[in-house]
């Protein structure tokens, strides 16, 4: 099973950057995929960026130009870079990881969240 490490988040004024990470240590046959995702106060979580096992990546367009997703060489450790955030980037962030078990299927695993909060 794979259970995600998440780091980075905390306070930041608006205009400036955070780094999060998340880490997937554990038994797999391959990562397929890694995505961030964000859950506002009383909003539904939604979709911020996502970066195939072949380094195709994805965002949501108020993110763009803005945010970066990445991973490291061994790919199973996902970043997300932000800047130029501003207030409506509060919220808490989640990665979510697509990988092959060990078993043959297919399943996501969730990363525990970490709040960011960007100030006026």
């Known amino acids: 099973q794979v259970q995600l490490v998440e780091s980075g988040g905390g306070s930041v004024q608006a205009g400036g950057s955070q780094r999060l990470s998340c880490a997937a240590p554990g038994r797999y046959i391959r990562i397929n995929n890694m995505a961030w995702y964000r859950q506002a106060p009383e909003t539904q979580r939604e979709f911020v960026a996502l970066?195939?096992?072949?380094?195709?990546?994805n965002y949501q367009d108020s993110v763009k130009g803005r945010f970066t997703i990445s991973t490291n060489d061994a790919k199973n450790t996902v970043y997300l870079q932000m800047n130029s955030l501003d207030v409506g980037d509060t919220a808490v962030y989640s990665c979510r990881v697509n990988y092959i078990a060990p078993q043959g299927w297919t399943t996501n695993t969730w990363g525990q969240g970490t709040q960011v909060t960007v100030s006026s």
């Open positions: 970066i195939e096992y072949n380094g195709v990546t």
